[in-house]
């Protein structure tokens, strides 16, 4: 199907420019965020493994030190880093965050891939440019998640390469066998939902017709291994299990709060739901390859269980894009069909790709100037806070994490740990409110407030006891220190 006509390669050419900038903004931006709690809990994690201590939070023993409510892959890649070199957390979260968006770039591509494996007969001109601009167009919340390396684009980027493994060969080898279970492997220490791709594993091998009935039976055993050990290894630390597992599943399931997720992803998400309408009314049971059926039935498994995930307190419209962007192939389709009605329709996207491109051209070199601009202020604020406050004992969140670390801060608690356990009915939080008063916490350093626990007594110990630190050397910034009241 030649949509674009004449114009194949300026379209093609724009497209991957045009991506190549987008990623390079979307770095840009994570930079300067700097991650956030979800990469920085992890980083807390590869730091203690550097001390030989293999253990997440309790609250009960501790005091709610920084920990992650997911699986610790992320923190075993931050952990991998610092071994070769990337010891300092300043760094470390460079490059962890440069490491995220690679995995989103890779994702992207492969989404590529399966469209164009899935739809043959569309040039991959059309399909670079639609996936271009849907991609850059929708899915802001997802891209968040992607900006601060929660675990969801490495968990569709392994589903996603064992699917065009498997259904892109007639026949597959040992070698395709063992990359496999190696994917399978890594997978499992990265987030509770790859269990996943293992139904998708299973589901593929059972239904593939060329594997001899006792080969089938020895690779879904050993796979069934695989995912056994990984967890063993995953569960080995310390109080893992009681935190991702145990205290997650005491959160609450809002419905009302569901809906309106739900209702805010589509429109968001307007364009692209329509799309999905539109595929939907076309499709035809008896018309679709069995490949198209099998990838749409993992899309329909993936988009629930990313809906139920935004249902828990704590959830967000984060995880119904997270859901809804793998059926961005479908997409393509659609518009492929409409598009086929309209004349001149390749000189429309050139132009849009065109606006995009010069666009992310612009904030890419802004960005620049502003991450140069960060870091050195950064630097000023950490060496500041080091002369005055190092191995001082600190109350932390997330997006302070960095500095308080870099600066040499002895970190006990970090507000989104604690704020885990907030999401449980009824949790005690006297442990936190009685190391307050006791005076167990020399400062306080956040972005924000603590308002949005149920247990506001914590706060107003908080401002009892604490007062703002003032100093005139600090570049202007968005944190709130507070220090004890004489």
Same mark, same amino acid.
């Given at each position: 199907?030649?949509?674009?006509?004449?114009?194949?390669?300026?379209?093609?050419?724009?497209?991957?420019?045009?991506?190549?900038?987008?990623?390079?903004?979307?770095?840009?931006?994570?930079?300067?965020? &700097?991650?956030?709690?979800?990469?920085?809990?992890?980083?807390?994690?590869?730091?203690?493994?550097?001390?030989?201590?293999?253990?997440?939070?309790?609250?009960? @023993?501790?005091?709610?030190?920084?920990?992650?409510?997911?699986?610790?892959?992320?923190?075993?890649?931050?952990?991998?880093?610092?071994?070769?070199?990337?010891?300092?957390?300043?760094?470390?979260?460079?490059?962890?965050?440069?490491?995220?968006?690679?995995?989103?770039?890779?994702?992207?591509?492969?989404?590529?891939?399966?469209?164009?494996?899935?739809?043959?007969?569309?040039?991959?001109?059309?399909?670079?440019?639609?996936?271009?601009? +849907?991609?850059?167009?929708?899915?802001?919340?997802?891209?968040?998640?992607?900006?601060?390396?929660?675990?969801?684009?490495?968990? +569709?980027?392994?589903?996603?390469?064992?699917?065009?493994?498997?259904?892109?060969?007639?026949?597959?080898?040992?070698?395709?066998?063992?990359?496999?279970?190696?994917?399978?492997?890594?997978?499992?220490?990265?987030?509770?939902?790859?269990?996943?791709?293992?139904?998708?594993?299973?589901?593929?091998?059972?239904?593939?017709?060329?594997?001899?009935?006792?080969?089938?039976?020895?690779?879904?055993?050993?796979?069934?291994?695989?995912?056994?050990?990984?967890?063993?290894?995953?569960?080995?630390?310390?109080?893992?299990?009681?935190?991702?597992?145990?205290?997650?599943?005491?959160?609450?399931?809002?419905?009302?709060?569901?809906?309106?997720?739900?209702?805010?992803?589509?429109?968001?998400?307007?364009?692209?739901?329509?799309?999905?309408?539109?595929?939907?009314?076309?499709?035809?049971?008896?018309?679709?390859?069995?490949?198209?059926?099998?990838?749409?039935?993992?899309?329909?498994?993936?988009? &629930?269980?990313?809906?139920?995930? &935004?249902?828990?307190?704590?959830?967000?419209?984060?995880?119904?894009?997270?859901?809804?962007?793998?059926?961005?192939?479908?997409?393509?389709?659609?518009?492929?069909?409409?598009?086929?009605?309209?004349?001149?329709?390749?000189?429309?996207?050139?132009?849009?790709?065109?606006?995009?491109?010069?666009?992310?051209?612009?904030?890419?070199?802004?960005?620049?100037?502003?991450?140069?601009?960060?870091?050195?202020?950064?630097?000023?604020?950490?060496?500041?806070?080091?002369?005055?406050?190092?191995?001082?004992?600190?109350?932390?969140?997330?997006?302070?994490?960095?500095?308080?670390?870099?600066?040499?801060?002895?970190?006990?608690?970090?507000?989104?740990?604690?704020?885990?356990?907030?999401?449980?009915?009824?949790?005690?939080?006297?442990?936190?409110?009685?190391?307050?008063?006791?005076?167990?916490?020399?400062?306080?350093?956040?972005? &924000?407030?603590?308002?949005?626990?149920?247990?506001?007594?914590?706060?107003?110990?908080?401002? @009892?006891?604490?007062?703002?630190?003032?100093?005139?050397?600090?570049?202007?910034?968005?944190?709130?220190? +507070?220090?004890?009241?004489?």
């Amino acid at each position: 199907m030649n949509i674009f006509n004449d114009n194949q390669k300026i379209t093609l050419s724009l497209s991957k420019l045009l991506i190549i900038f987008y990623f390079l903004f979307l770095l840009l931006e994570a930079l300067k965020i &700097g991650g956030g709690w979800d990469l920085n809990e992890q980083i807390d994690f590869a730091q203690r493994l550097l001390k030989g201590q293999n253990i997440y939070a309790n609250g009960m @023993s501790d005091l709610f030190f920084p920990t992650s409510p997911y699986f610790p892959g992320v923190g075993y890649l931050s952990f991998f880093y610092s071994t070769i070199g990337f010891k300092d957390v300043y760094l470390n979260n460079g490059v962890m965050l440069f490491t995220a968006i690679l995995f989103g770039l890779v994702f992207f591509v492969l989404i590529y891939r399966l469209t164009h494996y899935l739809y043959p007969n569309i040039h991959k001109s059309f399909i670079w440019s639609i996936l271009a601009i +849907l991609y850059i167009t929708h899915f802001s919340q997802y891209k968040s998640y992607m900006l601060e390396f929660k675990p969801d684009t490495v968990i +569709l980027v392994s589903g996603l390469f064992i699917f065009l493994l498997i259904e892109g060969k007639k026949k597959l080898h040992l070698v395709d066998y063992l990359i496999i279970g190696l994917l399978l492997f890594i997978t499992s220490f990265f987030k509770q939902t790859s269990f996943i791709i293992y139904i998708l594993t299973f589901l593929l091998i059972i239904i593939k017709n060329d594997i001899a009935l006792k080969h089938r039976i020895y690779i879904l055993f050993s796979y069934f291994l695989i995912g056994i050990s990984s967890l063993y290894l995953v569960f080995s630390t310390e109080n893992l299990y009681f935190f991702t597992i145990k205290s997650m599943s005491q959160h609450p399931f809002d419905l009302i709060s569901l809906m309106i997720f739900l209702i805010e992803s589509v429109f968001d998400n307007l364009f692209f739901i329509g799309t999905l309408i539109i595929y939907f009314l076309l499709f035809n049971y008896k018309n679709k390859k069995l490949i198209e059926i099998k990838y749409l039935l993992f899309c329909f498994l993936w988009l &629930g269980f990313a809906v139920l995930s &935004g249902g828990k307190l704590g959830g967000n419209v984060g995880n119904v894009e997270v859901g809804l962007i793998v059926f961005m192939p479908f997409s393509v389709l659609s518009l492929s069909k409409l598009f086929e009605f309209i004349k001149k329709i390749d000189l429309s996207v050139i132009c849009i790709l065109s606006f995009l491109l010069f666009r992310f051209l612009l904030l890419s070199g802004r960005g620049t100037f502003e991450y140069i601009q960060k870091v050195k202020k950064d630097f000023e604020i950490i060496n500041i806070l080091e002369s005055e406050f190092k191995d001082e004992n600190a109350f932390v969140d997330g997006s302070t994490y960095i500095i308080a670390k870099s600066a040499g801060m002895n970190i006990i608690t970090e507000a989104n740990t604690l704020g885990h356990f907030n999401n449980i009915p009824s949790y005690d939080m006297s442990k936190v409110k009685v190391a307050i008063k006791s005076r167990k916490y020399d400062l306080f350093l956040f972005t &924000g407030d603590l308002n949005y626990y149920r247990d506001r007594e914590i706060s107003q110990n908080i401002d @009892s006891l604490y007062k703002t630190y003032i100093n005139h050397q600090l570049p202007d910034n968005n944190y709130k220190l +507070l220090t004890l009241k004489k």
